[in-house]
């Protein structure tokens, strides 16, 4: 069987997870103006304060325009044309699993990650969003003993309104870039944690995100806060339902570390990739970053990136603390039609601060798929270290794999190394793999998840099986 | 794409019209076009991707004219003969070939070295000049091809080898703020072979400005030598752009030695256009005071089988900038390719920086190609070991900085030429220590 | 010649050695040996100067200077010389090129006139004998690209063409086959005499077979817990070295 025969085979199978839950919905009109932001403040009545600093986004917003340099490409955007605001009907407040709306429950059947389970089997809180408005949170009691928040954006807002003032908005700013202000100004919910002093938070905390009504943008907001001493695991996972409309989602994650605190953030990201042809699809364009405030401070982002049909998506680190750690591991499969820009960005602040950057790059089909990355150090950043490792790997000879960083050195004490290859999955690993009785899609499921190996050893257990799992799915397809 | 419009200084463009009264009509149109094609794109800003890490502000802030006076003579030339005496010389002074202190006369059959504008009409001027190096994107290259008309032609003629070196000395100076466009052009001819050396320099502390294309066309089976060596003073603008076309079997080496100046910048292009060619790439930059290396590569695999092996070194001292940009470009058809690249760079000084961008942009799925990119220090365990032997701490730097950079100069197979660069980066290590 | 008196380092924040008192005369050849980790090394390492151990407590003096003043460079051109358990690769400089430099360096601190080329080839060719060397290798980068026994050769050769007064090998014996070990053991030997010292770190009493020690210690715990002659080798040899932490622990209860 010819190679290239195979490699089609492996890229060309259709999205599994994808299907439509009748949910119904409570949707503003389409188009943005600052009266669908004040719809949307009022909606979830929200504070003066919010709503300025919502409408202060806004304004900026208007004055700016959309990123141009990353190397993907697709219709212009009509942001007139987004409904900005949709939340299930669902008033009451839930106290156990068995409130929850029936439909809902079905769809975490669907994909495999049914709230019972996940809180039977592995003891992981969840707060399960569905497209904009939480739904339910589990576990906050014994979370709530060690002092620890973990809650839906939008409560914390009324519930603990000085954090959200303190450090909303401190790590991204309003300014930041075009959809981080998008985000700022209409925003619907998302995630909010914080890690009291000295806390080890005991479980994983961990959100599922689904985008759900048809033409509707998906604005997540999330801020995690670790206090001193404070340590904290965080995942997220996603997918979403077929559609043949194009969805755009613009996510903001903030994450703030003080000092010799932790952060690990893990994302497993399975959004609509679009069709076999390319049709469909969701816009993934987020803005995630931490900054280690304090000294001695880590932040560690680990995504796997296998969905959506465009993806541009920078998790980074600001080393502010002296000693403080940045990492990054990733994992992005493209395949079929989709197109990934991803990476990272490492600012080397504070003295002695160390970063650390894996990403395994797997482009198939027609598929495009780039690494960026920046590394800089400052002039005052002493002896700081970086090592970064970038790899593609090819499956197929129409798509496209490429690595684009920029490594900007102003002290004379630092270590920056900078590592990438480009290779394919070998004839003979697939032959050595058939002689040994293994089947060519095996075969090549094999030799990808070694090959990603890296970066699955930082997920935590239960997420390294899913994610496992989600890259066979990517490559299925196979072969007789 | 970005198309950022850039300035234009009025200065640049006042050459034009005399400039293009002499040579074919063809020609007259392609500078007309390039004139064009520059007023449109101007003096690039730092806005502009290509040009993110180098400012050439000062460019539009002073004015620069051609030469007035042309006063070199033989004893200040000796000196620059870098690669000996032995050798095919042209002297361009300011830009402007300067015959008397040039030796090109009596040439072995099937070699022709000699004035651009006496060769407008060589039939490999005809077929070649400005069909390679594309100023649609790059303005530097849309300003100088309007100007072409001073320069080098090298014709090197089938199953001919040139034994002897061609050396196009540069040198500016003599008053200040001087202009200059070079254009030069080689043709080797199937399994013909030569050695290059192009070296640029200064007579006094005299600002300049220069803005040199060279287009070297391998045709199959040629194997060519370059060696481009910036030895200017630390008032100098050198903006170069080198495009090498490549076919079937041939092989290229060039060697980029910059010293530092104001600015400079190197642009090298290599387009490997058949199958089974080989191309070297080695750089090294030794900058100080506040100058600004930039260099910038693109190597284009567009056929299968090829190799191509790009070694980039910098030393940075003082307040100096240095910039790596180096492209490899696979496309859909240059199955089997191997194409590695690494960029090493040493900080000296507390206030010197390094920006290195390597980058990968692979469409073919057979290929291994890699890339790494350090900026460091010298190696710590190595110094030490050095001490313990009794060699003192800055006698120990300077011997690993040296063979940091010997690396890159032992690859030069003109021995002369290698000697004389390792005394002068000798010279400039201990003068800075 | 050498005097260590209750010598305490350590590595950030970890205590290796804790009070290590040895005395080395001249002409004398003192082993040392350990279980893994019980700071052998380290000691190699703060006597040549390297400057990742901190010392804390005591004293090293060295023919009556304070020997933890000096720069490596300066214990080197007093005649201390390190033989590396790991001698590390400088890619670019070449073995004659680097030996050139050092020895006039050294011979420059002495106030002698430096070798001229045609003297240090025929130095250099003398001594390559000694360990069974090959010429070509003179041309070679600094250790790159040789094998373990090679780089080993290479530092008793360095040996041999600077003599040290005080040689200390750093466990110049691991990963060597015999042969290797004999060519080694022979450069060390043939370099003794009543001027020159030697302290030899190794594990293995194999080395002290080729190399007569006229002591040999046991360090433990960043201690030198027992002294004798070659003889308490050949009981490590035979004993292994529970007894000794057992002796040594139990005295501490």
Redesign the interface.
């Known amino acids: 069987m010819s190679d290239t025969k195979i490699i089609d085979d492996v890229t060309q199978s259709e999205y599994k997870y994808g299907f439509v839950s009748d949910i119904e919905s409570d949707n503003a009109p389409k188009g943005l103006n600052e009266g669908i932001v004040r719809f949307i403040s009022a909606k979830k009545n929200e504070p003066e304060w919010l709503l300025e600093w919502r409408l202060k986004a806004f304004r900026h917003w208007l004055t700016m325009t959309e990123p141009t340099w990353p190397n993907v490409h697709y219709p212009v955007i009509d942001f007139q044309d987004i409904i900005y605001y949709s939340a299930p009907k669902q008033k009451i407040v839930l106290n156990s699993l068995d409130e929850v709306d029936p439909e809902i429950r079905a769809t975490f059947d669907k994909l495999g990650i049914s709230l019972e389970e996940q809180k039977r089997l592995t003891g992981v809180a969840v707060d399960a969003v569905i497209d904009s408005v939480s739904v339910k949170t589990t576990f906050r009691g014994a979370l709530a003993e060690l002092g620890i928040i973990f809650c839906s954006f939008s409560e914390a807002v009324h519930d603990h309104p000085e954090l959200i003032k303190k450090y909303l908005g401190s790590v991204v700013p309003t300014t930041d870039n075009f959809y981080a202000a998008l985000n700022s100004a209409v925003f619907s919910d998302g995630s909010f944690c914080y890690i009291p002093k000295g806390v080890r938070c005991p479980m994983e905390l961990s959100t599922y995100f689904r985008i759900n009504s048809a033409g509707t943008g998906q604005f997540e907001r999330t801020l995690i806060i670790a206090d001193e001493s404070a340590f904290v695991s965080y995942l997220e996972g996603c997918s979403a339902p077929m559609r043949d409309e194009n969805q755009l989602h613009a996510a903001v994650v903030e994450i703030y570390a003080h000092k010799d605190s932790q952060v690990k953030y893990s994302t497993v990201q399975n959004w609509y990739p679009g069709d076999k042809n390319g049709k469909g699809g969701i816009y993934n364009f987020v803005t995630k970053r931490g900054i280690c405030a304090g000294d001695n401070s880590k932040i560690s982002w680990t995504q796997v990136e296998t969905g959506s049909s465009i993806t541009w998506k920078y998790p980074s680190v600001i080393l502010k603390g002296d000693n403080s750690v940045g990492e990054f591991y990733s994992v992005a499969v493209t395949n079929n039609y989709q197109q990934a820009d991803t990476g990272t960005k490492m600012i080397h602040l504070g003295r002695n601060t160390k970063s650390t950057i894996v990403s395994k790059g797997i482009s198939g089909g027609h598929s495009q798929n780039s690494y960026r990355g920046l590394v800089r150090i400052s002039p005052k950043a002493e002896n700081a270290r970086n090592y970064s490792q970038c790899d593609s790997l090819l499956l197929g000879d129409k798509c496209g794999a490429h690595t684009f960083p920029y490594l900007e050195v102003n002290n004379k004490s630092a270590t920056v190394e900078h590592e990438a290859t480009t290779s394919k999955v070998g004839e003979d690993q697939i032959f050595y793999c058939n002689q040994r009785g293994i089947s060519n899609e095996d075969a090549v499921g094999l030799i990808v998840n070694g090959y990603c190996k890296e970066v699955f050893n930082q997920l935590p257990m239960e997420f390294a099986v899913e994610a496992q799992k989600l890259l066979a799915v990517s490559l299925e397809g196979s072969v007789g | 794409m970005n198309t950022t419009i850039g300035t234009m200084p009025e200065y640049l463009t006042r050459y034009f019209e005399n400039n293009n009264l002499i040579g074919p009509a063809s020609l007259k149109q392609i500078r007309k076009d390039a004139l064009a094609r520059f007023e449109v794109l101007g003096i690039p800003t730092t806005k502009h991707e290509e040009w993110k890490y180098t400012n050439l502000a000062p460019l539009t802030r002073s004015e620069f004219h051609p030469a007035l006076y042309h006063t070199l003579s033989k004893d200040v030339v000796v000196n620059d003969l870098i690669a000996g005496k032995e050798v095919i010389l042209l002297v361009f002074e300011n830009g402007r070939l300067n015959k008397e202190l040039s030796s090109f006369d009596n040439l072995p059959k099937g070699i022709t070295v000699g004035e651009l504008g006496d060769n407008f009409d060589h039939p490999a001027v005809v077929k070649n000049l400005a069909k390679h190096a594309s100023f649609e994107n790059e303005a530097m290259v849309a300003l100088n091809t309007a100007h072409i008309f001073d320069g080098a032609f090298i014709h090197v003629a089938e199953n001919v080898h040139c034994e002897k070196p061609i050396h196009l000395l540069y040198i500016s100076g003599g008053e200040e703020n001087t202009l200059a466009f070079p254009r030069n052009l080689m043709v080797a001819e199937k399994n013909s072979s030569a050695k290059v050396i192009e070296s640029f320099h200064s007579r006094g502390n005299e600002s300049s400005f220069i803005n040199i294309v060279t287009e070297v066309v391998l045709e199959e089976n040629a194997n060519v030598e370059w060696s481009k060596i910036q030895l200017e003073n630390s008032n100098t603008f050198h903006i170069s752009h080198t495009e090498c076309t490549q076919a079937a079997n041939s092989n290229f080496d060039i060697h980029t030695i910059t010293f530092g100046g104001k600015i400079v910048r190197n642009n090298l292009h290599i387009v490997l256009d058949g199958k089974n060619i080989t191309s070297n790439l080695n750089g090294l930059y030794v900058s100080n005071g506040d100058s600004l290396v930039d260099n910038h590569t693109l190597v284009d695999h567009a056929m299968p089988n090829c190799l191509s092996n790009e070694l980039y070194k910098g030393v940075l001292d003082g307040k100096s900038k240095g910039v790596f940009n180096g492209k490899i470009f696979v496309r859909k058809d240059a199955q089997k390719t191997n194409a590695y690249q690494s960029n090493k760079n040493i900080l000296m000084s507390d206030e010197a920086s390094m920006n290195a961008k390597p980058q990968l942009e692979i469409f073919a799925d057979d290929v291994k190609c890699s890339h790494g990119a350090t900026t460091g220090q010298l190696d710590k365990e190595a110094l030490f070991y050095l001490r313990s032997r009794g060699i003192g701490e800055e006698a120990a730097r300077a011997f690993l900085t040296i063979a940091f950079a010997d690396d890159v100069l032992n690859r030069i197979s003109n021995e002369t030429l290698r000697d004389e660069l390792k005394n002068r980066i000798n010279e400039r290590l201990n003068k800075s220590n | 010649m050498l005097k260590i008196k209750n010598l305490s380092a350590r590595v950030e924040e970890k205590e290796i050695l804790r009070g290590l008192n040895l005395e080395v005369g001249k002409g004398e050849v003192h082993a040392i040996m350990g279980p893994n980790g019980s700071g052998k090394s380290t000691l190699a390492s703060v006597l ?3 400057d990742t151990f901190e010392v804390t407590d005591g004293s090293v003096t060295y023919n009556g200077e304070d020997l933890l003043d000096l ?3 300066e ?3 007093k005649g201390i ?2 033989a ?1 358990q790991y ?7 070449t073995n004659a090129n ?2 050139k ?3 006039n ?2 011979r420059k ?1 002495k106030g002698l006139a430096p070798l001229d080329a045609k003297d240090f080839l025929i130095l250099m060719r003398e001594k390559m004998k000694l360990v069974e060397m090959d010429k070509s290798m003179t041309q070679r ?2 250790n790159e690209g040789f094998s373990g026994g090679e780089k080993k050769r290479n530092e008793v050769f ?1 040996m041999a063409m ?1 003599e040290p007064t005080l040689s200390i090998l750093d466990e110049t014996d691991s990963g060597l086959d015999i042969d290797a070990l004999r060519i080694v053991a022979n450069g060390v030997n043939a370099l003794r005499s009543p001027e020159r010292s030697f302290v030899v770190i190794t594990h293995y009493q194999r080395l002290l077979d080729y190399i007569v020690p006229d002591f040999v210690h046991v360090l433990y715990k960043g201690r030198i817990v027992k002294s004798g002659t070659k003889e308490l080798a050949f009981e490590l040899e035979e004993k292994g070295y529970d007894w000794i932490k057992e002796e040594v622990d139990a005295a501490k209860v």
């Open positions: 040549s100067g390297r720069s490596p460079e214990r080197a051109r010389f390190l590396f001698p590390v690769e400088i890619p670019g400089v680097f030996l430099t050092a020895l360096e050294i601190s980068s600094v360095q600077l």
